[in-house]
């Protein structure tokens, strides 16, 4: 009989003011929320799920009331001793294109707040601001603990400006992070700021997408520093994921999307995007089965608009099984 696992997420659990692409409004709380959420319809009930989160103590109870619906979430690591959360609001100018401004900023996640959970099996880091979950604690886990980390980039290539508007930075400290990082996911807007070879036709017009040229030169810089898998997610055509073969031979999986008839709200896509590829490494020990998790988890999410869109882990896999057959592999290439 397998062993129980234990998941924890890092990152904020923000108060979001969303308008959608469509003119909607929603006020609710996301991010490690999401994470939290699509983990929980994976994970089976002697699974432990804990999210390690500072928060606002008006946000407290409200948080741990919709955790409580989830009865494999631990909330020992939801903590307001600092009465300091992250508010954001949310202005989708498109289904996948949104403005950003932060009004509330939650203290950092630091290695003595996650003591309680080093036994975990993997660390799921969401961050959506740079500071949240730095290098340092990082390193603390890798050093303290065997467990796989997954970082999405999201934090660490965002930064604020003094009146709290959001904006993509480049991730110039990226090699320093490498080391400590087992699965790196990102979209092309953030894999753009975290490669910056010398460009003569940079105009200041600020970061670009990273090209489908780059993409492999890219991965295979963060491979060849420590990271086992680079996955990029290409909107509405999937992911593509990079990793080593047992030859030390660099491999690029495509693999495409999941269809979704409606997608009403995609806020928190990525966050169940990182849920599904965490889960989906530590059952198959594969990063395209990984990327197909993934996958799933975020055409889920992007379906409604509340947390009960996620369905059991019987259903996800009938879900990929239906994208992507029984034994179909993804498009492999392999590189030099």
Not at 28 to 42: E, N
Not at 239 to 254: I, P, T
Request: charge should be negative; proline fraction near 4%; include cysteine.
């Amino acid at each position: 009989m397998a062993h129980s696992r234990t998941v924890a997420v890092l990152g904020p659990i923000p108060r979001d003011h969303i308008v959608t692409h469509n003119g909607e409004t929603f006020d609710k709380y996301g991010c490690v929320l999401y994470t939290v959420a699509a983990l929980s319809s994976l994970m089976k009930p002697d699974d432990r799920i804990c999210p390690v989160v500072h928060v606002r103590r008006q946000d407290e109870d409200a948080i741990k009331a919709q955790l409580s619906a989830f009865p494999n979430v631990d909330v020992t690591g939801i903590r307001s001793d600092n009465d300091r959360g992250d508010v954001v609001e949310l202005n989708y100018v498109a289904h996948n294109s949104r403005v950003e401004r932060q009004s509330g900023f939650m203290s950092p996640i630091l290695p003595q707040d996650i003591e309680f959970v080093l036994d975990a099996d993997a660390f799921v880091c969401v961050p959506i601001t740079d500071y949240e979950v730095g290098q340092s604690t990082l390193a603390y886990i890798k050093e303290h603990s065997s467990a796989k980390v997954l970082l999405d980039a999201h934090g660490p290539t965002n930064t604020l400006t003094r009146g709290g508007e959001r904006f993509l930075r480049l991730w110039v400290e990226r090699d320093a992070w490498l080391p400590y990082v087992d699965i790196l996911k990102m979209n092309l807007e953030e894999a753009g700021c975290s490669w910056f070879p010398y460009r003569e036709d940079v105009d200041g017009s600020g970061g670009k997408p990273m090209t489908a040229q780059e993409m492999p030169n890219f991965a295979e810089h963060c491979l060849r520093h420590g990271v086992r898998a680079v996955c990029i997610t290409l909107d509405e055509q999937g992911c593509v994921v990079y990793h080593l073969d047992e030859a030390g031979d660099m491999r690029q999986d495509f693999v495409p999307r999941i269809h979704v008839e409606n997608v009403v709200d995609t806020t928190g896509c990525g966050d169940s995007f990182a849920a599904g590829m965490a889960f989906g490494y530590l059952e198959h020990d594969d990063f395209v089965m990984a990327a197909r998790y993934g996958n799933a988890m975020g055409a889920q999410r992007c379906a409604g608009s509340a947390l009960d869109v996620y369905r059991t882990l019987a259903e996800t896999q009938r879900q990929i099984e239906q994208a992507y057959g029984p034994a179909v592999g993804a498009i492999t290439t392999q590189l030099a």
